[in-house]
């Protein structure tokens, strides 16, 4: 079965560049996305269709797509940016859509 | 503001039946697919399907076909997920979430996200 592949964890500094990967087989011909969940709370989107970001997410927050992979870039990164971040996208058929493992950032 | 409210945590024996409500306000109901997705405890995120609330059609994950069902109501603006023969590895937080493409179109974002809702399969 298709199957999203991100990183179980990334780990960076406050003020560095997080950047976090995504790779599948059906990016090429499928739009990826991306949101952000802290514990407790209901995921949020933060990119969608590869690179745009919604209303109110800061401009920190950046997607882009090479081939098979997509990545979430994260610039500046603040305290605040700690969470647990998951890609999703339909399968290459387009008749079902998956998520993503899961990459747990961690600001040190 | 748009919004999405979920009924509340359940508990249920396992072999039981569990029905989620999802109250979608602040836009038009049949403009938007939505879809649900679960999270067991310490796990990630689990698509299960997806519902067209104007015309009612569903397209279920191959792993939860023949014991979900996913309805609607236009008249309260309501989308329901029933997932039957319960068992522990269900037990899990069940969210409903807007497709932010207009209908006829879907498999876009997932731009709004109810509040979730607990759900404990436990003898």
């Known amino acids: 079965s298709y199957e999203l592949t991100q990183p179980p964890s990334v780990s960076v500094s406050p003020g560095q560049t997080a950047r976090i990967t995504c790779s599948g087989d059906?990016?090429?011909?499928?739009?990826a996305y991306w949101y952000q969940q802290k514990p407790g709370q209901a995921p949020m989107l933060v990119i969608y269709?590869?690179?745009e970001r919604p209303s109110g997410i800061p401009e920190r927050f950046s997607g882009s797509s090479s081939g098979t992979a997509v990545t979430l870039t994260i610039s500046g990164v603040q305290t605040e940016d700690e969470a647990d971040y998951y890609c999703?996208?339909?399968?290459?058929?387009?008749?079902?859509?998956?998520f993503g493992g899961g990459t747990k950032l961690t600001v040190l | 503001q748009v919004q999405l409210v979920q009924s509340g945590a359940e508990v249920k024996k396992p072999g039981a039946s569990v029905k989620v409500s999802c109250k979608a306000s602040g836009y038009t109901f049949t403009s938007h697919y939505m879809h649900w997705v679960r999270q067991a405890p310490g796990q990630g995120l689990e698509w299960m399907g997806i519902?067209?609330?104007?015309?009612?059609?569903?397209t279920y994950a191959q792993k939860f076909q023949g014991r979900l069902t996913m309805t609607r109501d236009t008249s309260t603006s309501k989308v329901y997920m029933e997932l039957s023969s319960l068992r522990s590895e269900d037990t899990a937080v069940y969210y409903c979430a807007r497709d932010r493409a207009l209908a006829p179109y879907y498999y876009d974002a997932m731009d709004v996200w109810g509040q979730g809702t607990t759900v404990t399969v436990s003898s």
């Open positions: 059906a990016l090429p011909k499928q739009f």
């Open positions: 519902i067209n609330p104007s015309g009612g059609s569903t």
């Open positions: 999703q996208s339909p399968d290459s058929s387009g008749t079902y859509v998956i």
């Open positions: 269709k590869d690179t």
